[in-house]
């Protein structure tokens, strides 16, 4: 797999400059160019993140301890969750189709939320409500405890949230399917590795590069952005199956 130091250097050649980034002895960098073509690196991979398709990498299962007398939690690590999620993190979905099941974001009316209480052997499925429902189910409840049965999830800026109700009575253990977008690289590490499938990160990134240098001292750029698209298309087509093409309406 590609690391930050990789994709910077396919970047530099791809414009045909020669302040390459070579040898493992180099940790960080701290020159000006250098630091915009990675800030371009970085601005393709959430790109690339968000585009609509849930690369498996990113993809986890997040445990969640719910306490008694406790409705709302972090779904982070120095939370209540065994794992860290983002502001651009985003629930899993099973989505039903001629050809079986496959996880995703939400896109039918037969889709359904990928979170489920596993505390006993009867485990169940949670129904999702948006927050607004979950407040004022709690507003308007005569403040009962019970297993949970609804939630609702949301950004504090930093992580996801969750709320649920009714309120737990005891200690619950949910799971969660999530898609959790990668970190941003930093110029100080330049081994960390891309998670996500590296030629279309470079190939977006050269594209932006390319275009703050202006046409005129590279490659077209309808060249580039066809690469891109090309790069894309194929990263993607390869994890796809014909379940996350077709969905029913109905169950």
Do not use: C
């Amino acid at each position: 797999m590609a690391n930050t130091r990789d994709l910077t250097n396919k970047v530099l050649r791809g414009l045909r400059q020669f302040g390459l980034i070579i040898g493992s002895s180099v940790a960080s960098v701290t020159d000006d160019y250098l630091l915009m073509i990675i800030q371009f690196v970085n601005e393709a991979k959430e790109e690339i993140e968000e585009a609509g398709w849930p690369w498996q990498a990113l993809r986890q299962t997040v445990t969640l301890t719910l306490a008694s007398g406790t409705s709302e939690y972090d779904i982070e690590t120095a939370g209540q969750a065994d794992v860290d999620t983002n502001d651009r993190t985003r629930l899993l979905y099973e989505n039903v189709s001629a050809f079986g099941t496959s996880e995703g974001f939400y896109n039918g009316m037969s889709s359904q939320p990928m979170v489920f209480n596993t505390t006993t052997s009867d485990e169940y499925r949670l129904t999702e409500y948006t927050q607004e429902q979950i407040e004022r189910l709690h507003f308007t409840d005569s403040d009962e405890t019970d297993q949970p049965q609804y939630f609702t999830l949301y950004t504090d800026g930093d992580s996801m949230k969750m709320k649920v109700w009714p309120t737990p009575d005891a200690t619950y253990t949910l799971k969660l399917r999530m898609f959790v977008p990668q970190a941003e690289l930093s110029n100080t590490d330049l081994t960390t590795t891309l998670s996500i499938p590296q030629r279309p990160v470079w190939t977006k990134a050269l594209l932006k590069a390319n275009q703050e240098r202006g046409d005129e001292l590279g490659s077209p750029g309808s060249t580039l952005h066809t690469a891109y698209l090309d790069a894309h298309g194929a990263a993607t087509g390869k994890e796809m199956t014909p379940a996350d093409q077709t969905v029913f309406l109905e169950r």
